[in-house]
């Protein structure tokens, strides 16, 4: 069982990859990812092979999304200040614009577009991590994009100055 | 008909970029894209956003792994709680001779709320009460850390009342396994050693008024305040602990800090 242990801890650097794009914030998805790691070792014995990480992002997808429905009953905070910072321009700018566009995404289309883009699973794998048909991720892919753009189109257009 | 005039689907573009297209597609898709700027200009934008998600999040996993996400402290932190889960467990069944519902109301399917909270409150404070050197994780002379700590864990704003009026000081508090997640237990005691417990946690059901239990010599007073249960426990008069009880109902009243 030694090699379910080493497939776990080679996957821990993309799940705080993954969680830190997902969470937008280091602290938060580092607790993430102990959780599911703490999972995962706790069932290692419901694991009947596959890939050791597709389980994992899927572990960590669903703790995300019961976290989420727990802040929802609390009272939204918003940073104060937040929309006062000085317009910053360059790589700044672009990085922020990331992390406001993915904050105005729904949660399954964050994580549909993030399992594809930034982990670099297939459709069929993210389809099995989020439970739902292939057809219901490239859906959830597509609004994603439509909705980066309509909000980056309403922002500042930095992204569509990269290419 | 050639290749060049086949309609391509919005679908056959997403998975284009995505490297999920069929290769027998992929001439048709070019030809399609070369045909139609706008078509063009999208796919380029989706390249251009996956670009920037991957520069701004993929050095991430070349930073060094931080020392509590190691597998060697997982699960050395995780057998100690399981330790305590398993205590627990054992506290539960042997209490439940003498008092059938809190072992009963563990394994119902669907126990109420009150007797669930109640029955795991009643657990905490048997087995830590008794502990003389480590009663609790955090010390009482650390109460913003532990208010702090303990309200990101259960995930809503805790307050610690100050239990003084009714001779009762703060030793501390830990995290415990709850009905519906995590919950937060304190530990109070006056300057005989008398100690009384509060606990806190999701209360997954109704609001209710105080409910008095007794289990053994631990008596039980359960309340629910939206979605939050609040059990109060103590070795002592129904007289004493509803004195306990309503103090630090009438803090947590006075200052809901939701």
């Known amino acids: 069982m030694s090699g379910f242990r080493s497939d776990v801890e080679a996957a821990i650097p993309a799940l705080r990859r993954y969680a830190r794009a997902l969470t937008r914030d280091a602290e938060t998805a580092d607790d993430l990812v102990q959780d599911t790691l703490v999972r995962a070792l706790r069932s290692e014995h419901l694991f009947h092979g596959g890939d050791v990480r597709s389980w994992l992002y899927t572990i960590l997808t669903n703790l995300n999304r019961n976290r989420l429905r727990s802040l929802a009953r609390r009272p939204v905070m918003t940073l104060i200040g937040d929309d006062d910072a000085p317009e910053m321009s360059g790589p700044e700018a672009g990085s922020r614009d990331i992390e406001r566009a993915l904050a105005s995404l729904v949660e399954d289309q964050r994580a549909a577009l993030l399992l594809v883009v930034l982990e670099g699973l297939t459709y069929r794998e993210v389809a099995e991590v989020q439970g739902v048909p292939v057809g219901t991720v490239m859906s959830r892919l597509a609004r994603a994009r439509a909705q980066i753009k309509a909000f980056l189109d309403g922002e500042r257009p930095a992204l569509r100055r990269v290419k | ?258």
């Not at chain 2, 402290?73 to 506290?91: C, H, K, P």
């Not at chain 2, 050197?133 to 532990?146: F, I, K, N, W």
């Open chain 2, 1 to 258: 008909m050639t290749d060049r005039d086949l309609p391509v689907t919005e679908e056959e573009l997403h998975a284009y970029v995505d490297g999920e297209l069929p290769s027998d597609r992929r001439p048709a898709v070019e030809a399609w894209l070369a045909a139609h700027p706008d078509d063009m200009a999208r796919v380029n934008g989706w390249r251009a956003l996956a670009d920037a998600i991957r520069a701004r999040y993929g050095a991430v996993a070349t930073e060094p792994v931080p020392a509590r996400l190691s597998l060697r402290q997982i699960e050395r932190a995780d057998r100690s709680w399981l330790g305590v889960a398993a205590a627990a467990t054992i506290a539960a069944f042997v209490v439940g001779g003498a008092a059938g519902w809190t072992a009963h109301d563990v394994t119902t399917p669907r126990p109420n709320a009150a007797a669930t909270s109640t029955a795991e409150a009643v657990d905490a404070y048997k087995l830590y009460v008794v502990e003389v050197r480590h009663p609790v994780e955090v010390p009482g002379s650390e109460e913003a850390h532990l208010t702090q700590w303990l309200s990101k864990r259960v995930g809503y704003q805790l307050r610690i009342p100050d239990l003084s009026p009714v001779g009762l000081k703060l030793v501390g508090g830990r995290l415990l396994p709850g009905p519906r997640g995590a919950a937060a237990f304190f530990m109070y005691e006056s300057t005989t050693g008398e100690r009384f417990t509060l606990y806190s946690t999701r209360a997954g059901g109704p609001d209710s008024a105080l409910r008095y239990n007794v289990d053994g010599q631990v008596g039980a007073l359960y309340w629910a305040d939206g979605d939050i249960a609040y059990v109060v426990n103590g070795e002592a008069s129904q007289e004493r602990l509803h004195k306990v009880a309503e103090t630090v109902y009438a803090q947590i009243e006075r200052a809901p800090a939701r």
